[in-house]
């Protein structure tokens, strides 16, 4: 690994590079949208730092007839269009392309197998690893042809793709199809926020300060939201509808989200530490019964906009006709409880939606009001310190606390922020999730991928609200497209004397 990817006139993207094992990445689905948009670019970045060389192959698969030319221009495609101008350079480019090459296999035909077969390598040093970027309906396939063809080996490993079922039976259906062939400790459900970098940051901020965890329960803490919102549509996505946002984003994302924020202090980073740990989470959400799904759960469903300046379709709009009156939901707001001794009492309000006001995740820590305030003449009450954790863009924390308004004219209380604001903190480029993922498989690293029994929680507990809302004959609330969802959502958490926090500098 002498000759790196890394070209002094470019800044290094992350201080410090350790260069992983040389792989064969067979990429299943290597036509699809996935591989463009995200995998390539995030192994460019790798190569480009160094992390990887050429001897590493990264070998497409699908039934298109394409070849390694063909691949290798739609790696090259995929870097210019998806990759930051600035980390441009040709002769990287040049020797990251020539990793790739392509096989043509419709899964079920024996030739592919074969010459798939013929291309990786039997040094049990190279790291062997399948990523499934294809629907999960032919992951038992392909797991039954790896093994029966001789592509399988015990230290290979596979790495699935959402969406992982549709409910916990089709998940468990999965499941089990992949563990006929691969052990649970050679399988990587990706996740992707796992991978962000302000996600795992979430762990520092917990765990590597003392203070926080003191104060980090119900005691203290009154009540957390989670929010995630996107600006794009989704109507025109094939796959959105049969999805809808609860098993888009609430079952994944943000029950993961929750578990980081939710969980006992692991005794290490190991990765089972801390899926068992979230795992008790999930068991411990408070089951979302029929009698009580509509009091704890709004589901809404944006329309278009059309005005002198702008014209937003409606979801119903965007859909394909044979899809039209569709109740799927785009926006879903979620009171969560969580039983044990750590949140009892102290809610957490999740929420996310497509065509929303603005495009923003983040975290919300509502500390409770001060016992006693000793400021009864003060101007300006004193209000309760709040941690908001921004998990894009403009990654950074921001804590929420009263001083005194400086100067003469008596005791005046003020609220102001306490901001890090990690882009400028950190002069360095945020790396994409997939870039740490992509490695994390390649090194053995599992602490940032979903156990099977975390992911069979999530539907577990998603489950009985999707089939609520299937039995109810109420269409989902309209909200109109750019704005925070429908009023249900306001009235969700206002109910309980709480309003959500909507941010001051988005
Ligand atoms: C995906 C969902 O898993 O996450 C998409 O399928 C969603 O609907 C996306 O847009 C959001 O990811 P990010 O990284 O843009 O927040």
Request: net charge negative; hydrophobic share 40%; glycine share 6%.
């Amino acid at each position: 690994m002498a000759d790196r990817g890394l070209q002094a006139d470019i800044k290094p993207v992350a201080r410090r590079i350790i260069p992983v094992r040389i792989f064969d990445y067979v990429v299943f689905g290597a036509t699809g949208d996935l591989t463009r948009r995200k995998l390539i670019p995030a192994l460019y970045h790798r190569f480009l730092d160094g992390q990887f060389d050429e001897n590493s192959r990264i070998i497409g698969v699908s039934r298109s007839a394409w070849d390694d030319k063909k691949m290798q221009q739609t790696a090259r495609q995929a870097v210019a269009e998806f990759v930051e101008k600035e980390f441009h350079d040709k002769k990287t480019i040049d020797r990251f392309v020539s990793c790739f090459s392509y096989v043509v296999n419709n899964v079920t035909d024996k030739n592919g197998w074969a010459d798939l077969k013929a291309k990786l390598r039997d040094d049990e040093e190279i790291v062997r690893a399948f990523y499934l970027a294809v629907a999960p309906d032919i992951f038992e396939p392909i797991c039954k042809y790896l093994a029966e063809t001789g592509c399988y080996r015990p230290s290979a490993r596979v790495v699935l793709e959402k969406p992982l079922g549709h409910d916990l039976a089709s998940s468990q259906e999965i499941n089990a199809a992949v563990a006929r062939v691969f052990h649970e400790d050679q399988v990587y459900r990706i996740d992707h926020y796992l991978g962000k970098e302000t996600v795992q940051n979430l762990l520092a901020l917990r765990f590597a300060n003392t203070l926080f965890e003191p104060i980090w329960n119900s005691a203290h803490i009154d009540h957390v939201q989670i929010s995630v919102a996107e600006t794009v549509g989704a109507g025109s996505r094939g796959y959105y509808d049969e999805s809808g946002a609860l098993r888009d984003m609430i079952q994944n994302h943000i029950l993961q989200l929750l578990c980081l924020v939710a969980m006992e202090p692991p005794a290490s980073d190991e990765a089972n530490a801390l899926r068992d740990e979230k795992l008790k989470v999930l068991r411990a959400l408070k089951p979302v019964t029929a009698e009580v799904t509509d009091k704890v759960s709004v589901r809404g469903q944006y329309r278009g906009v059309s005005s002198e300046n702008t014209s937003v379709k409606s979801y119903q709009e965007e859909l394909p006709d044979d899809k039209k009156g569709s109740h799927t939901e785009t926006f879903v707001a979620l009171k969560a409880e969580i039983e044990n001794w750590r949140w009892a009492g102290a809610p957490f309000y999740i929420r996310t939606g497509k065509r929303m006001a603005t495009r923003m995740s983040e975290i919300v820590i509502q500390f409770r009001d001060i016992p006693h305030s000793i400021f009864d003449n003060a101007e300006g009450a004193p209000r309760a310190n709040k941690l908001v954790i921004r998990l894009q863009p403009d990654e950074g924390v921001k804590l929420y606390m009263m001083i005194k308004d400086p100067g003469p004219g008596g005791m005046r209380l003020r609220e102001v922020h306490l901001n890090l604001d990690f882009s400028q903190a950190i002069d360095e480029r945020m790396p994409e999730a997939y870039e740490r993922l992509l490695l994390d498989v390649i090194r053995g690293n599992q602490t940032l991928f979903m156990r099977r029994d975390e992911l069979e929680a999530a539907w577990r507990w998603v489950d009985p609200i999707r089939e609520a809302w299937d039995n109810s004959t109420e269409p989902p609330q309209n909200y109109t497209a750019g704005t925070w969802g429908p009023t249900g959502s306001i009235a969700l958490i206002e109910r309980d004397g709480r309003t959500w926090h909507e941010g001051d500098d988005y």
